[in-house]
């Protein structure tokens, strides 16, 4: 059973586009070198390899230097958005003084399209289409929120929004479990380091589970829900995503393949897959 509509490329709207940005994602946020950055660094503040045109100078390098964090970060479209559509080109380099403002939009934005992405999936999943009034409405918040004034995006109670589309995503994902007939099927308590080579891993809810440096070689992933779950170094070589629930670039990116993984049309091949 086919688990997407045709309209997927909705999801494209929401790739992230570097060249588009100030380099947001390496200033705004905090990391530390325990996550795969270079550095510990506190938000606010420039990565120590960011240069004065937002590129990265070890962006070739990433893979060599082991930069898992900075390799495995997904903006979800954010980063543009914030520069070019809510501050028009301004930067936090040209308006100093607007630095903090900017930094703090860009964190609540980022929240926002993520879940967007999650809601615009939604849209497209056959059997939530019973849903698709509920998920509009939330979809029409998003879109509000994110073009009104810099103050009332920072003010927005994103935790609240966020409880709200989580009911309606378990609704979905609750949906899709029974139409695959899949309510009852057994998952799996661990997933950590352990080997999954061909096993039937279809319509099982991945949701928050910890699948690192799992093997999914050759699994097949159809109507599997994988909504916010950690797949840092699971290898997904040879296996079959294409129908895969709310998987995003991020865990793609986190995760290890090769070009035979096939992939849902809306999701790129990270520069680590060969
Ligand atoms: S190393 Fe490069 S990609 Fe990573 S945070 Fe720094 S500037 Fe950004």
Redesign the pocket.
């Given at each position: 059973m086919k688990i997407h509509n045709e309209n997927t490329m909705l999801l494209q709207s929401l790739k992230s586009d570097c060249s588009k940005c100030s380099?947001l994602?390496?200033t705004a946020l905090f990391?530390s070198e325990m996550d795969g950055?270079?550095e510990n660094k506190a938000a606010g503040k420039p990565?120590?390899?960011?240069q004065k045109d937002f590129r990265?100078?070890?962006?070739g390098e990433?893979e060599k230097r082991n930069?898992k964090g900075?390799i495995g970060y997904d903006c979800f479209g954010a980063g543009q958005q914030v520069t070019q559509s809510i501050y028009s080109g301004q930067t936090w380099q040209s308006v100093p003084e607007q630095a903090k403002e900017i930094f703090d939009v860009f964190i609540v934005v980022f929240q926002l399209y993520q879940i967007r992405y999650f809601l615009l999936e939604s849209i497209v999943i056959f059997p939530a289409q019973v849903l698709k009034n509920d998920i509009e409405a939330l979809l029409e918040e998003n879109e509000l929120i994110c073009s009104s004034k810099p103050q009332d995006i920072i003010i927005f109670d994103v935790e609240g929004y966020r409880s709200r589309v989580n009911v309606l995503l378990k609704q979905v994902c609750n949906l899709l479990q029974k139409s695959l007939g899949c309510e009852n099927k057994k998952c799996p308590s661990d997933f950590l380091g352990r080997n999954f080579k061909n096993k039937d891993m279809r319509g099982l809810d991945l949701s928050t589970k910890l699948l690192i440096a799992a093997n999914f070689n050759n699994c097949v992933f159809d109507g599997t829900i994988f909504l916010g779950a950690d797949t840092r170094d699971a290898d997904f070589s040879n296996a079959d995503l294409r129908d895969a629930v709310y998987l995003s670039q991020g865990q793609i990116n986190s995760a290890k393949g090769n070009r035979k993984t096939k992939l849902p049309q809306y999701l790129d091949y990270p520069i680590t897959w060969r």
């Open positions: 380099g994602c390496c990391f950055f270079p990565c120590m390899n960011l990265c100078k070890i962006h990433l930069m900075c």
